[in-house]
């Protein structure tokens, strides 16, 4: 197994015959950006990274390169989060936690997650002028998010709504309404997230799309990509891929 994300990426793709342009143009991003991802050059955006895995409908598991057991050729998707491999330890040690890098200084760290398990919990940083989206789009998938910030200051946009998290908020929504994380302040925000769902379609949300979730339109649970918000492919596939970086 490639000893980074990038290489995780690359091979995925060439084991399903898939060419940059064929999955830039399924993504709506350039060629030389996935190439740049692919060789390390530079780090995915979060939404970049979603929609990646879900393209290539590759798990956290398997970007993280921790093995998961074979799936039987017409077996369903596995849970997009908890871990469905190998028996993992009770205690994790914060030096074990796997960690994905992405552009423009948003770093998540799985934490311990046993296997079977409904949730996935993931230490994350936002540094100074990070986003979750380096276009600024909102974003949607399937699941519920929750959230509890431990340091700095953390912009999130929820449909037309805009708060601005402190250390001791909480959060928590629904993930098919679109919605955006940034960091205004001048220094790095990291909170918890606990990440509950099952895959489904991911999809860039785009101003009319956003308009018609805010106004009671947007997909029920499990259903994302059921908005004129253009859905890529599949799911939220990488947080599932978080298990595979430890191999």
Known sequence: MPD????????????????????AQA?????????????????PSVSTLYALASHLG?????????????AAPAAPPPPLFGHSGPPLPDVQRAADNPVIEMENGVRWERLAVGAGGPADGLLVTYQPGASSSIEGKLMRHAGVEYAYLLEGELTLQLDFDT???????????????????????????????????RRQPYAVV????AAASA?????????????????????????RAMDDFRA
């Not at 690359?10 to 940059?20: D, F, H, Q």
């Not at 955006?180 to 990440?195: D, E, I, S």
């Not at 994302?224 to 890529?232: L, N, R, S, T, V």
Request: net charge positive; aromatic share 4%.
């Open 215 to 239: 106004q009671g339109n947007a997909a029920a649970p499990g259903t994302a990509g059921a908005q004129p918000g253009a859905p890529i492919s599949s799911a939220v596939d990488a947080m």
């Open 4 to 23: 980074n994300l990038g290489a995780r990426l690359r091979e995925a793709r060439m084991k399903r015959g898939l060419s940059l342009r064929s999955v």
């Open 58 to 70: 590759v798990s956290l598991d398997e970007l993280l390169g921790i093995a998961a057991p074979a």
């Open 163 to 197: 708060y601005v998290l402190h250390p001791g908020d909480s959060l928590q929504f629904d993930s098919t309404r679109p919605h955006l994380y940034t960091n205004r302040g001048t220094v790095p925000a990291k909170g918890v997230w606990f990440a509950v769902g």
């Open 27 to 43: 993504l709506g991003v350039s060629a030389s950006l996935i190439s740049q991802v692919e060789i390390g050059k530079t780090q």
């Open 206 to 209: 785009t101003d009319a799309s």
